[in-house]
């Protein structure tokens, strides 16, 4: 394939070998849409994938702020390997920006908890979810990588519904470059505050931060697995940052419960 028809992987710092062929890529129907693209059940050589497909924007300012974003998550996605991250195929920049990842046909773990409400899932099949977060998340830690965007709707289940894998690096950062994060998310029930909270913040000053912002967002899925609540149950986005940020908030647990699921130490 010839480097006007893909990814330029001088560009892009991308090996050849996940440059995918747009003639080879059927979309099919929509399966999920987010921020800042859709994604589709499709087909790549005949393989069964999920294909995201990229809004480039209107404006030559988003335009080049989405090609940047889509390069960084494509640079990720290739970095970084493991059972609990979804399986990254490819991607390609021309005539649309697309990654193509496995098509995992569990759905997300959102959709598979309300499914199941009012019931609660199991201690085991709790523990194993939360061993599946928690292994994916140390994948990126070790390579140096902040998710920053660790949600249900994020976390989707293979077709037996019994293993987690993590999606979507569109918000990811390297740890050395982080800078607060603007409001264009709106998922604050599972962000730190410190993303998005200029409360302590100097005139000009930009707060920096590190993994630890991963790690409470995981401890509100993990809160949300054992629950089966919706974090903030009865406010709206901005509400939940203020309670959040202010720390009017609290959340409780069995502490019974959480002793038996950190304590699994396999699934």
Known sequence: MESGDGLCSKEFDLDAKWLVDP???????????????KVHKGKYKNENVAIKIIRRGET????AKTEARFAREV???????????????????????????????????????????PRCLDLHEAACFALDIARA???????????????PENLILTGDHKTVKLTDFGLAREESVTEMMTAETGTYR????????????????????NHKVDVYSFGIVFW???????????MSNLQAAYAAAFKIYTYTTNSCIISIILSSGHC
């Not at 949300?224 to 009865?234: A, H, R, T």
């Open 224 to 234: 949300e697995i054992v629950q089966n609540k919706l974090p903030f149950e009865g």
């Open 60 to 63: 030559p300012e988003e335009i």
């Open 75 to 117: 640079a990720m996605l290739s970095k970084v390997q493991h059972k609990n991250l979804a399986k990254f195929i490819g991607a390609c920049k021309e005539p649309i920006m697309v990654i193509v990842t496995e098509l995992l046909l569990g759905g997300t773990l959102r959709r598979y908890l309300l499914s199941i409400r």
């Open 23 to 37: 003639k080879q890529i059927l979309v099919g129907p929509r399966i999920g849409e987010g921020a800042h693209g």
């Open 137 to 151: 998340m140390e994948c990126l830690h070790s390579h140096g990588i902040i998710h920053r965007d660790l949600k």
């Open 190 to 209: 599972w962000m730190a505050p410190e993303l998005y909270s200029t409360v302590t913040l100097r005139n000009g000053e930009k707060k920096h931060y």
